[in-house]
């Protein structure tokens, strides 16, 4: 059963403003989000619920419901910034 993929405005902003081949990049991760939501690599956060999975010097924080199998993409960012 397929999750679905759901962005916070933030988020969907954040994405949209990086370079085409890091944006076609993270769009692949979070489309494969769909169909498993726990990739290899992926890490649940301290203190938090929800969840992280690299893409190259960026990451992408997300959260799951399973009771309605949605996916929500909280942030997406550099490293740098990311956890601040």
């Known amino acids: 059963m397929?999750?679905?993929?759901?962005?916070v405005p933030s988020a969907?902003?954040?994405?949209?403003?990086?370079?085409?081949?890091m944006r076609d990049r993270i769009a692949k991760k979070i489309?494969?989000?769909?169909?498993d939501p726990f990739?290899?690599?992926s890490r649940k956060l301290t203190g938090d619920k929800a969840f992280?999975?690299?893409v190259g010097d960026y990451r992408v924080i997300y959260d799951v419901t399973h009771k309605v199998l949605v996916i929500l993409v909280l942030r997406v960012a550099h490293r740098k910034?990311?956890?601040?």
Do not use: E, M
């Open 2 to 7: 397929a999750y679905s993929i759901q962005f």
């Open 12 to 21: 969907r902003k954040a994405i949209d403003s990086l370079p085409k081949g």
């Open 31 to 35: 489309d494969a989000l769909a169909l």
């Open 39 to 41: 990739p290899p690599g």
């Open 52 to 54: 992280r999975i690299r």
């Open 81 to 84: 910034d990311v956890y601040r």
